[in-house]
């Protein structure tokens, strides 16, 4: 190969790693703010009609206001929950749900949806504790999981050893996965944030935390 053709080489090459550089840079922060755009405009939709057109900024100025939905949503939302705190908020509410509960098929949607609710919001931010290492599918592969809680309920008085509920969640989409009961004394704790641990799990591996010492004592 000439020198002339492996300068043209060398130049095709830097322009490549240039470019998959700038893509590495650019693609999560335009696909974040088509993410938060696309959420935004749905929430818009679904509240805004509902809105007297007296209250909506474009019928004063000559440009519409994104994400007046949200707001109106939120306000609305903190006033359901201001009500509910006293005695006769919670008893509206109850007439409401109780209709609900009565229906054939909606009451079995509707339980398991107030059930999953009820545990995000009781659990807030710490719904996951820790990023584990399980054995799964089988004795000597190990996958990653996440620790929901201690096992508690009729499940934990069925074993004799101290459980833990984990989830084991899917590459590359971590919002599906399994639930599973394992041993406390057979999980390796793993000394990492849960976001870097779903980062492990979302990227299939390619994308690691700092290498950092596994903990093979329990918590």
Do not use: C, H
């Amino acid at each position: 190969m000439t020198n002339d053709a492996k300068k043209r080489v060398g130049i095709i090459s830097r322009l490549r790693n240039y470019f998959l550089t700038g893509l590495v840079i650019a693609a999560p922060i335009v696909i974040t703010i088509v993410a938060i755009k696309w959420v935004i405009d749905l929430i818009d939709n679904w509240v805004l009609p509902f809105i007297p057109k007296s209250y909506l900024p474009e019928t004063y100025l000559e440009f519409s206001v994104p994400g007046l939905g949200v707001v109106f949503a939120v306000f609305w939302l903190m006033i359901l929950g201001a009500l509910t705190a006293n005695f006769a908020g919670r008893t509206i509410v109850n007439i409401g749900t109780g209709w609900l509960e009565k229906m054939p098929v909606i009451r079995t949607v509707y339980k398991a949806l107030k059930q999953i609710f009820e545990t995000v919001a009781s659990q807030g931010q710490t719904s996951f504790k820790q990023v584990v290492l399980i054995e799964y599918p089988r004795k000597n592969l190990y996958a990653i999981a996440f620790v929901a809680t201690e096992t508690k309920g009729q499940v934990a008085q069925q074993f004799d050893d101290q459980m833990l509920s984990v989830f084991l969640p899917t590459t590359p989409n971590p919002t599906s996965g399994f639930l599973l009961f394992v041993p406390k004394k057979y999980v390796k704790v793993l000394d990492m944030s849960v976001e870097d641990g779903a980062k492990l799990v979302i990227s299939a591996g390619l994308v690691t935390p700092d290498t950092v010492p596994i903990k093979n004592d329990k918590t």
